[in-house]
């Protein structure tokens, strides 16, 4: 599967974006995930949600303030980033894999097959 993410920008602290993560065919077996990497740091987890949107799990660093969800009709994964922080500046890249999602699994890069060229957020003061 192919993936397209889209929907980074410029933004301000404390505003918010709405990544979209655009698939080349249907979504509803796979678990998709978002990840980030910051200039100089290594991809960290950002959030990831099961195959049937019945499980999310999220880093403690975003959790409160970014949601993902999903619209396998739409072949579709969101994450919507609110109340942005200056260190959420990072590109961010949406995965996907076709095992059963397991919190532990789906939290490490290397549990995902498939990876999207990476969208651009840039949060400023």
């Known amino acids: 599967v192919q993936l397209q993410a889209s929907g980074g920008g410029l933004v301000q602290a404390g505003g918010s974006l709405r990544l979209s993560c655009a698939a080349s065919?249907?979504?509803?077996?796979?678990?998709m995930g978002w990840f980030r990497q910051a200039p100089g740091k290594e991809r960290e987890f950002v959030a990831t949600?099961?195959?049937?949107?019945?499980?999310?799990s999220y880093a403690d660093s975003v959790k409160g303030r970014f949601t993902i969800s999903r619209d396998d009709a739409k072949n579709t994964v969101y994450l919507q980033m609110n109340s942005l922080k200056l260190e959420d500046t990072a590109v961010y890249y949406c995965a996907a894999y076709s095992g059963i999602w397991r919190a532990y699994e789906a939290r490490r890069p290397l549990t995902y097959e498939y990876w999207g060229q990476g969208t651009l957020v840039t949060v400023s003061s």
């Open positions: 949600i099961s195959w049937s949107a019945g499980s999310t």
């Open positions: 065919e249907r979504t509803f077996i796979y678990t």
